[in-house]
């Protein structure tokens, strides 16, 4: 294991030296992790001095902490990748140990802000592939979206992002001693993800190819 620790500062100093590609690109910085809300307080500090810096922000979250943390750092947050993974609480618990029921109410209250949110699913075999895991995750979605984020016909101004599921975190699970769950799975073909892509869309939703 290696790593390297930073101040805030010295963080947005390296972000602010790839500008140029961020400007070309029309992207920006994104704060991810693990989970960034275990450093809520730092995150925010970094997305501050970032916003300050004229660069667009988005934070990768889970939403695995309090609502309190979030809200910490949505003042300076263009858009909010939102994972999840299920919506059943039994599922969601035997998969990874946690209760998606705060997650989920930190994603209502999200809903109620006006923060660009785009839902990420990762599409995990035998876990949230079927056409019905992925039915229950949209309705969910949409049932708790407030007024505010519909549009003028109804539909929902949230967007969707399917991610196929892969196996690179193998490694790390083999540098750690740690046994790896998902070492037998295989990546879903193109064909299921474009089934469950037209399940999402289904639900008015804007689905992220």
């Known amino acids: 294991m290696c790593g390297q620790l930073m101040s805030e500062e010295e963080v947005v100093e390296a972000v602010l030296g790839d500008r140029v590609f961020y400007e070309s690109s029309q992207g920006g910085v994104t704060i991810s992790g693990g989970e960034p809300l275990r450093q809520a307080a730092f995150a925010a500090a970094v997305l501050a001095r970032c916003k300050k810096a004229g660069l667009?922000?988005?934070?990768?979250?889970?939403?695995?902490?309090?609502?309190?943390?979030?809200?910490?750092?949505?003042?300076?947050?263009?858009?909010?990748?939102?994972?999840?993974?299920?919506?059943?609480?039994?599922?969601?618990?035997q998969a990874t140990g946690a209760d998606c029921r705060a997650i989920l109410a930190n994603m209502e209250r999200l809903l109620q802000t006006d923060t660009e949110v785009c839902i990420r699913v990762?599409?995990?075999?035998?876990?949230?592939?079927?056409?019905?895991?992925?039915?229950l995750i949209a309705e969910t979605v949409r049932r708790l979206m407030p007024?505010?984020?519909?549009?003028?016909?109804?539909?929902?101004?949230?967007?969707?992002?399917?991610?196929?599921?892969?196996r690179?975190?193998?490694?790390?699970?083999?540098?750690?001693?740690?046994?790896?769950?998902?070492?037998?799975?295989?990546?879903?073909?193109?064909?299921?993800?474009?089934?469950l892509r037209r399940v999402v869309a289904s639900y008015g939703f804007q689905v992220l190819s």
């Open 147 to 166: 007024p505010s984020r519909q549009g003028a016909n109804g539909e929902p101004r949230v967007a969707f992002e399917l991610l196929r599921f892969h």
């Open 122 to 135: 990762p599409v995990i075999p035998g876990f949230n592939d079927s056409e019905k895991d992925m039915s």
């Open 56 to 93: 667009h922000t988005a934070l990768d979250t889970a939403a695995v902490g309090r609502w309190e943390q979030l809200a910490l750092l949505l003042p300076y947050t263009d858009l909010v990748l939102l994972d999840i993974k299920h919506v059943h609480d039994d599922k969601h618990r």
């Open 168 to 195: 690179l975190a193998a490694d790390k699970y083999s540098a750690l001693g740690m046994r790896y769950r998902a070492a037998q799975l295989e990546a879903p073909p193109e064909e299921k993800l474009e089934t």
